[in-house]
């Protein structure tokens, strides 16, 4: 059994950075790929990006695509979400999710997900 652990979210105002981590415990995180969603109050939850298991390979939503970079450090265990020059369209809970597989699939939804984090909070004020 695998459990994540999000950490990172906070408070930040708009053009600001924030650093989000996924601490995985259970199977090793380099056998899969990792992703990152997001879900605002009210709205559906929405694919943000996705990583492979060896890291080469990215996906990132229009949304966020040039300000938002995921990586991954095997050895910790730990995928990250760099976001920069946050707005406040931004401010969702953010869900690190683990695939079934070690490349992510053409679809960019929750079909390709096997494991969810709890979320943490990001909000960004204007």
């Known amino acids: 059994q695998v459990q994540l652990v999000e950490s990172g979210g906070g408070l930040v105002q708009a053009g600001g950075s924030l650093r989000l981590s996924c601490a995985a415990s259970?199977?090793?995180?380099?056998?899969?790929?990792m992703g990152w969603f997001r879900q605002a109050p009210g709205k559906e939850r929405e694919f943000v990006a996705a990583?492979?298991?060896?890291?080469?390979?990215?996906r990132y939503a229009d949304s966020v695509k040039g300000r938002f970079t995921i990586s991954r450090d095997n050895a910790k265990n730990t995928v990250y979400l760099q976001m920069n020059s946050l707005k406040p369209e931004d401010t969702a809970v953010y869900y690190c999710?683990?695939?079934?597989?070690?490349?992510?699939?053409?679809?960019?939804?929750?079909?390709?997900?096997?494991?969810w984090g709890k979320g943490t909070l990001v909000t960004v004020s204007s």
């Open positions: 259970g199977r090793t995180l380099s056998n899969y790929a």
């Open positions: 990583i492979s298991w060896s890291g080469g390979n990215t």
């Open positions: 999710a683990q695939a079934y597989g070690s490349s992510w699939p053409v679809y960019r939804d929750s079909r390709a997900v096997n494991y």
